[in-house]
């Protein structure tokens, strides 16, 4: 990933003033075109069709299989429609294969990601689970909920779409920086709708089990869509990460406004911190947020340190496990089983959002652990028995760079909700013939993790 330098370059547009923009924008001779493409944009509503209109791009929605349905909960459903809501809900949307939200070789990575994990849905039984395909666009009104994205956040992002619609592609900056192109907005703005759309329905739902996997591009746990709340090297009114859009806690927001919930919890799996959300409800006692992420890996090593635990009323809020670097499935499922389930437990959430990166695969070539395939299908397993008829489970794909080895966790991953493979069986497949819980890792590893958690109780004690 990119240096909080990088990413904080002046022409990144991250903070340009209007003026310099209304200059930039008359050298390249677009001030007609400008004034026509904003009103679009300010709802968002209408971008997916600018963008249609502008670069020829279809955006008609791929098909999903025949039998699939958007399962919207009705409250007086016979057993069939029951049924019919208690799947899984897989939701993807048309624009995520073409997100461009990165460098060539990451937005490469993600299209054959994308065209991978279409090609096993396809594949699949799809009487196992209801697949939809969302491409509506998320609002201003809907993404600047709670404070989660500022006007000044999406503003900046529009300007963007603008520039990008007479220069082609912004300029990438670093290795691991982002890029962004007509598709990244209109794509990000769907990404977030998708989850925002699915949790709402969950959350209406009267089915014992709630369960769905939004699998969207771009990722968003890195995006701090309010200035105001970005810490450390999260910029500020800037994409971040491959993310541009924070669709898990617009998500949330939306859940409490519409739905009245009271505790939320965002687990994030993956192998960098979730900066985005661990800002965004830093000082917030009711969201609670957990992140098992690669030690010192990027942003930093100020990011996901185990003595951040939340500010203010907030302070126990935010729990960090950062994970010794190379550990794979034993080290994972000891942190889980006695630490991760028990904290979760005690929360007792309304809803579980979890963002479900994939980069903490053996082989992935942005990070360095180790986990295989397997360990994904049996935390969903674990997940579900302490949701199902308690609150809806929801993961969000995140990052994963190989995409071979993710489609392969996707799959797991899936397995898991639709119960096609049991916790039992995945562990086996990890090597593991007993009880999670008796599955135990290097001693050093075991004093690593537990002083993780010793430092985060030590720190909110202190408060």
Partial sequence: MASAEELNADHL?????????????????????????LPALT??????????????????????????????????????????QSLPHIVTTSLSRIADPGDAGTNGRYTEMMDLVTDMLNKRDNHTFAWTVNDRQ???????????HAQSYLDAM????????????????????????IQTEPAARSGAAAVIDVVGQLLESEAFRRTAFVLTRPPSHHAVGNPDRARNASPKNSPFGFCHINGIASAIANARVNHNIQRAVI???????????????????????????????WPGPKHGRAEDVGKGKGVGGNLNFPMPVGEGNAAYIYAFCKHVFGIIDEFEPELLIVASGFD???????????????????????????????????????GGYNPSNVCEAVTCAVDGLTG????????????????????????????DIDGSRATQLETIALH
């Fill in 158 to 181: 529009k300007r963007r779409t603008a520039i990008a619609e007479h220069e082609g592609r912004l300029q990438t900056i670093g290795k691991y920086s982002y890029g962004f192109t």
């Fill in 13 to 37: 547009l991250s903070e340009e003033t209007a003026e310099d923009m209304a200059g930039r924008l008359a050298a390249h001779a677009v001030a007609e075109a400008v004034s026509c493409a």
């Fill in 43 to 84: 709802t968002g509503t209408g971008i997916g069709a600018l963008a249609s209109r502008l670069h020829g791009l279809s955006l008609e929605s791929q098909q999903p299989p025949s039998s699939a349905t958007s399962a919207r909960p009705v409250s007086t459903a016979g057993p069939a429609e029951k049924r019919a």
């Fill in 360 to 398: 903490a695969l053996k082989d992935d070539p942005y990070a360095d652990m180790a986990l295989s395939p397997p360990w994904y299908g049996w935390a969903v397993c674990e997940l579900l028995e302490r949701t199902d008829g308690r609150c809806p489970l929801v993961l969000n794909l995140e």
């Fill in 267 to 297: 687990l994030d799996w993956d192998v960098h911190p979730g900066n985005a959300n661990e800002d965004t409800w830093f000082h917030d006692p009711d969201v609670l947020t957990l992140n098992l992420s690669q030690r010192n890996i």
């Fill in 420 to 447: 096609t493979t049991t916790k039992a069986e995945f562990l086996a497949q990890m090597g593991f013939d007993g009880p999670a819980d008796a599955v135990r890792p290097a001693e050093a590893v075991v004093r």
């Fill in 138 to 148: 998320a609002t201003d009104e809907e993404l600047m909920l709670d404070g989660v």
